[in-house]
């Protein structure tokens, strides 16, 4: 998609002051380069109120060190800067640390700290699980010296105990580490709606305000969000950054396999009933890919770029062209019936 295209520049053969030689030169009917930056370099939208100009699709490590090694990791993560991108979504759980070890050493060898935004997920590493007071700075230190760095941009708070530590507690020492300049902004991750409104309340009280989101979200996967959560976020001017952008690779098309799905589930009702909208779906992605000439993945991230509270979904990829299908979706204008047609697929 030449929108986000890699700059390249022609080059000559031409000897020092004479005629440039036309032996390598390029056929008439040649393709056109892209000259100068990708486009993509110049798309940014703000996470959250004042929050940092990033790219509208963030990248995931989440199998960095687990399905896939570091150099190849490291050609995902240099596509993804050449196309425009530049925010990268880690967590200290991620294949327990190695994720963070993999992406530090990729910021230090490309010295690219002060233009890439850091977003980092953290309560769930199992040396310092929860968001106890104590566990909670001990994470953001042993992610801090895994990812080689003295900050975090965008600090995670992982919800998904809502029963380790008081939320005042929790949000009183997130204030001393942004105090402290080791985090910038704050962000949540599995918080359900009451606790959202809980945050907002002790926020109005001084406490640092939770501007960003991470609700594992997708076209096929909605319920979870579309209510309360969306509705609080909404009301609050949350950034959403959904995760689970294509349910596992489920909506990539490139598995077929119904039981890929990416959800756990018991009785063969419901699966019939996930499996048959499973179908449906990636029919009704294959419809609109194939009008749009874009692969089901970048319609997938399209889709959920139309979303209401939704400004960047994080995604992960297992090869340097699967960034390329991906962030063709930041391009992809859907049209209403589009949007309806995939919401029908999914009922």
Excluded: C
């Excluded at 687990?66 to 190849?72: A, C, F, M, T």
């Excluded at 020492?173 to 606790?195: P, Q, V």
């Excluded at 689970?244 to 077929?256: E, N, P, V």
């Amino acid at each position: 998609m030449a929108f986000f295209g890699v700059g390249t520049t022609a080059a000559t053969d031409a000897p020092a002051g004479g005629p440039a030689s036309t032996t390598n030169a390029p056929h008439p009917s040649a393709p056109i380069p892209v000259q100068g930056p990708a486009l993509g370099r110049g798309v940014r939208v703000a996470l959250g109120e004042s929050g940092p100009a990033v790219f509208p699709l963030i990248l995931g490590g989440a199998e960095f060190g687990w399905n896939v090694d570091l150099e190849s990791s490291h050609e995902i993560l240099d596509r993804y800067v050449e196309l425009g991108g530049n925010t990268v979504h880690t967590a200290d759980a991620f294949a327990s640390g190695r994720s963070e070890h993999i992406i530090g050493q990729w910021i230090r060898s490309r010295g690219l700290r002060d233009d890439i935004v850091l977003a980092v997920r953290v309560g769930g590493h199992l040396d310092n699980p929860g968001l106890g007071p104590v566990n909670l700075v001990r994470s953001v230190e042993a992610s801090l010296t895994r990812l080689g760095t003295d900050r975090i941009d965008v600090l995670y708070l992982d919800g998904s105990d809502a029963a380790s530590a008081p939320l005042e507690d929790t949000l009183a020492t997130a204030e001393w580490l942004i105090e402290s300049g080791k985090a910038r902004a704050l962000g949540a991750f599995g918080f359900s709606a009451e606790r959202l409104v809980e945050a907002r309340i002790l926020a109005s009280a001084g406490y640092p305000r939770i501007t960003v989101l991470d609700a594992p979200y997708n076209v096929l996967r909605r319920q979870q969000f579309e209510g309360d959560v969306r509705l609080v976020a909404s009301a609050q001017n949350v950034a959403v950054t959904p995760s689970h952008a294509l349910a596992h690779g489920f909506l990539s098309g490139r598995h077929r396999n119904r039981a890929r799905i990416g959800y756990s589930v018991r009785g063969s009702q419901l699966v019939g009933s996930l499996n048959r909208r499973g179908t449906r779906t990636l029919r009704a992605l294959d419809a609109v890919a194939g009008n749009l000439q874009v692969p089901d993945a970048a319609v997938a991230v399209a889709w959920l770029l139309a979303q209401k509270t939704v400004v960047a979904p994080i995604v992960n990829a297992y090869a340097p062209q699967h960034v390329d299908e991906l962030v063709q979706g930041v391009g992809v204008q859907l049209s209403r019936a589009q949007l309806a047609e995939l919401a029908r697929a999914t009922e």
